[in-house]
């Protein structure tokens, strides 16, 4: 028996369309994960990019369940003493609602070239409107 792996010429990648409208984040996160890694797909390959290209609209109006809309927080640090910075779920979807889904997923992705590859073909809106109509997107229920 020998283990199929497919080619470069082999591997398609498709354009998905998600509309995050009511969505809880952590579900729709995971779906687009799959997606983007090629987990749905019977040619996977897990050191390989055979996943596809989303696109996610309506990034504004996903939401959360639960107490975690007042709970959650989003953490980064400068690199220096007390350079830490906490900012609330509620303000960042105010002010970057596209950067909720993006760090959702980013989280769910492997964390090495493979996983920074793959996340760039992760494309979010805040608004109903985006620039991939000449791909031709299909809708993905999730």
């Known amino acids: 028996m020998r283990t199929y792996t497919p080619k470069a010429e082999d591997i398609t990648h498709h354009w998905w369309l998600v509309d995050a409208s ?31 290209n989303v696109v996610v609209v309506n990034a504004e109006k996903v939401r959360l369940t639960g107490k975690k809309a007042d709970q959650k927080t989003y953490f980064r640090h400068s690199g220096y003493m007390g350079g830490e910075k906490h900012i609330p779920y509620r303000r960042m979807l105010e002010t970057h609602p596209e950067r909720v889904i993006e760090l959702a997923v980013k989280g769910m992705l492997p964390k090495n070239a493979l996983g920074r590859s793959i996340h760039k073909k992760l494309k979010v809106y805040a608004g109903a409107e985006h620039p991939h109509q000449g791909q031709q997107p299909e809708p993905l229920d999730v």
């Open 22 to 52: 009511d969505k809880p984040l952590g579900r729709l996160a995971t779906e687009i994960a799959r997606i983007l890694r090629g987990k749905h797909k019977p040619t996977f390959t897990p050191h390989l990019d055979v996943g596809d």
